[in-house]
């Protein structure tokens, strides 16, 4: 019984070491990384990629992209922030018919995506990943 208890306790000290060396060693890394991301953090985004907008689905409620239409000033920029965890783009024109004009090209996670819009007009853009992906830019 007591032979038990001694190996049991032993596994434990080693479960603890193991785990605040671990919990350590990614300490040692973390700074560095948080100190880069802040900004990203910062940045206040004009239309946002929710969750789980890779899957179809968002079309129907018109939230692929939030808001899915934003008007802006002419000589405005527009930001949008990718919140989902997989890749999408924001980019000109309808599905397989890039406009040319404006492409962010894959954006990781929370990244960022700015467009200066110079021209009045209507601006359709979607994600080349996912072709439910529609949102409109007007400018006035
Ligand atoms: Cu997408």
Redesign the pocket.
Known sequence: MLKKITVASVVIAVIIIISISLSLSSDDVLPESTVEETPSIEVQADVI?PTK??RPGCEETDKCYIPSKITVEKDSSVTWINEDS????VTSGVYDEPTGLFDSGYMDPYQTFSYVFDTSGTYDYY?T??PW?EGKVIVE
């Open positions: 990629m907008v890779s997989a890749f999408h783009s994600c990943l996912h992906m």
